[in-house]
């Protein structure tokens, strides 16, 4: 007696699926990806003549002192008021349009940090950007 055996199917897996999530995935990537285009501009700045300034006038560097109490004093004069404004006033008077100056913040280890962060903000608005806190060693 001869009996016929059954045919064995292939098993094969289907990929049709797998392929359409990866496009719909690739797809969703590229369609939320935001890209950014960062510009530059060619200024050329204009040229003048200046006379001479005096250089005893002349300031070499903005040092911000904060006491433990939260007083201000900039380059060794006491400020009346311990506010954003007066301290603008006063740094705006020593720099004058000069914003290339380093702008040193010396704190008491008592001082409040908020009065240090105002000093920050205001170095910001006025475009200081040469900032840097003064520390004294360990073991001093």
Do not use: C, W, Y
Request: glycine share 4%.
């Amino acid at each position: 007696m001869k009996f016929q055996r059954q045919r064995r199917e292939e098993i094969n897996i289907n990929l049709t699926p797998l392929i359409d999530v990866v496009f719909l995935l690739l797809i969703f990537f590229m369609i939320t990806t935001t890209f950014t285009q960062e510009s530059h501009l060619s200024i050329s700045l204009p040229e003048a003549s200046t006379e001479a300034r005096d250089m005893a006038d002349e300031v070499e560097f903005i040092d911000v002192v904060v006491g433990a109490e939260g007083q201000f004093s900039v380059n060794g004069q006491p400020l009346v008021t311990s506010d954003a404004l007066t301290l603008k006033r006063a740094i705006l008077k020593l720099a004058g349009e000069q914003r290339d100056l380093p702008f040193v913040i010396t704190a008491d280890a008592n001082a409040r940090h908020q009065a240090v962060v105002i000093v920050m903000d205001v170095a910001g608005q006025l475009g200081f950007s040469r900032l840097s806190i003064a520390t004294q060693k360990a073991g001093d």
